[in-house]
């Protein structure tokens, strides 16, 4: 949620956003590296005391603060820009942004007073029963005057029925001061909606995503079922790439143009070349070149290179494994920590036994190798360029180029040319 506003804070204004967290949710820090600065609230104690926090990090030059919740994640660049302009345009020294709500539980209710001037913000904690039938609520965004703020953020008073501070109790004391208080009211606006509890969250997701899949199908990019299609932000779509029922694309992920993602697939922190197809697979930390045929039900784990044209096939699983161009393996098998070259055939149930119980090993096949159905491959083992392994092979040991190695433990002999 946190990613979604700390962009759109960044486009509004041009600068880099300054986000307040607890010792609870320490870990956002890691989550940002280089796009926030952080300031350090010691204890939770509410939305007031999360700006005093923000305001110790900040310069005394700061004449201006835009204040935004973390928890909603709809809200946009032009929303932000737009609140900007009312308040500058109205001179005020606080503006804030309502919403007009069909169910307005769990949102601060707006109170204007006879003139219909924004006076007070009411917690829904602390609401009258006749302020609980207000529909117009607080969105948590505001612009506020530094200065002003400045002097003003040691009033704040504890809310007497939670003991926290509320940041909405300086809109009273804007008004005590005779200061111009802008709004930017709106009615029934996603961009301001908050997120409370899981159901909320749903709805938000629901949301996202189908901005996601716009823009994504506006590029030219295919979307077969958007209704059950994951994608995440940050992954970047080639236009005539087509995404079938099923699919999850999450994290740093690139798909180039004309490949094609079959239903069943998952791609996570990837990168796939053109005119690809990945059928019913896991890819995962992987790069992937052109032309390249993976599935059904293969598994791409973490640091795999795939070349150009290369196919893998039916549960086959790679780990740490670089696979050459126009290689195959095209039944179930493992590679772990190898090295396979290119125009690689590798036969069904092939295993490299990579790991001898301390360290991991690695393997490495040659060029133009040929690798027999239920080879292991004890690494660390060498298979050299066009040698051969027997169907059932333990190899132990390495294999010369153009050599064959056969039997339990292999042993290593010319290969017999065909007639």
Partial sequence: MLAYVVDAAREATGGRPLVVYSPQTAQICDAFPGQADFALQDEPRGTGDALRAALAALTADVNELVVLSGDVPLIDA????ALLKVHRGRGATLTLATNHESDPTGYGRIVRDDSGRVSRI??????????????ETNSGAYVIDGPWIRNRIGDLTPSAATGELY???????????????????????????????REELAHVDEL??????????????TLQQPSSTFIEATVEIAADVTIEANVSLRGNTRL???????????????????????????????TVGDGVRIGPFSHLRGGCVVGDGAEIGNF???????????????????????????????????????????????????????????????????????AYTGAGSVVTRDVPDGMLAVGVPARIRERRQPA
């Fill in 122 to 135: 009411v917690e829904e904690k602390d609401a009258t029963a006749g302020q609980l039938g207000i529909d």
């Fill in 256 to 286: 180039g143009r004309e490949t094609v993602i079959r239903s069943g697939s998952q791609v996570i922190d990837s990168t796939v070349g053109q005119g690809c197809t990945i059928w019913a697979s896991i890819v995962e930390g992987s």
């Fill in 316 to 386: 086959a699983e790679m780990k740490n494994t670089r696979f050459g161009a126009r290689s195959k393996m095209h039944h179930f098998g493992y590679l772990g920590d190898a090295d396979v070259g290119q125009a690689v055939n590798i036969g069904a149930g092939t295993i490299t036994a990579n790991y001898d119980g301390v360290t991991k090993n690695r393997t490495s096949i040659g060029d133009g190798a040929f690798i027999g159905s239920d080879t292991i491959l004890r690494a660390p083992v060498s298979v050299g360029r066009g």
């Fill in 167 to 197: 940041l909405t109790q300086l809109i009273e004391m804007a008004a005590a001061d005779g200061a111009i208080i802008g709004d930017l009211e709106q009615t029934h606006a996603q961009a301001l909606h908050g997120v409370n509890d």
């Fill in 208 to 221: 996202l995503r189908s901005r996601i899949n716009e823009r994504l199908m506006l590029a030219g990019v």
């Fill in 78 to 81: 032009a929303t932000i820009a």
